[in-house]
């Protein structure tokens, strides 16, 4: 099998066994994501991209600590999340606050299931509305809808029950409808 046809779980465990050069092919997959993730928090392009080169140098200084049984892709999207909001505060725009739904206990999902259509009408809006959210939907609205986690990834990344992530996301979807013109909304 060609090296770019293995899973990134597949990939890891031969960088494990010593085949670091294979790392590169992580890097190739995943480097125009992570970047199109910190825009959503950062507007400064080179910032977003030394950035991302540390979390590349992160993850593989750490790569022997990733449980290949687990899902490679919210392992580094859990080091992005860590190392933009660190650069945020860095640029001393804190965002982070508690909230309601951190603290109360939720029921738990397994899974929540939406067609395909709905999925892409949700990212058209979040392209449209995205700069009136809070930090707190923008982020999870990006990872559900933009880059397709499960409520299950999107716990594991922000480290919330998923509960509070099915919560949030309803909660930023009837924000996104009350910034959008209702026009907007239907189309």
């Known amino acids: 099998m060609i090296e ?17 050069s294979l790392y590169g092919i992580i890097m190739d997959r995943y480097a125009e994501k ?10 400064d392009s080179t910032s977003i991209e030394d950035t ?17 049984s687990r899902k490679f892709q919210s392992w580094i999207y859990r080091i992005a999340h860590n190392a933009f909001v660190n650069l945020l505060r860095q640029k001393k725009r804190a965002w982070l606050r508690v909230e309601w739904d951190t603290l109360v206990t ?6 929540y299931d939406e067609d395909e ?40 990344v922000l480290h919330i029950p998923m509960g509070t992530v099915a ?3 309803k909660r930023a979807r ?5 910034l959008l013109p209702q026009d907007v909304y239907e189309k």
């Open 4 to 20: 770019s046809e293995l899973t990134d779980e597949q990939l890891i465990e031969r960088v494990h066994a010593g085949e670091a």
């Open 34 to 43: 992570l970047i199109r993730y910190g825009r959503k928090f950062v507007a």
């Open 52 to 68: 991302v080169q540390d979390i590349f140098a992160n993850a593989y200084c750490n790569i022997n600590s990733f449980d290949t």
């Open 106 to 111: 939720l029921p738990s999902f397994d899974t």
């Open 117 to 156: 259509r709905e999925r892409k009408e949700m990212a058209k809006l979040i392209d449209a509305g995205l700069e009136g959210l809070s930090e707190n939907y923008r982020e999870i609205l990006l990872l559900h809808y933009q880059h397709n986690f499960a409520y299950k990834d999107i716990s594991e």
């Open 167 to 169: 919560i949030r996301i």
């Open 174 to 178: 009837e924000a996104l409808k009350k």
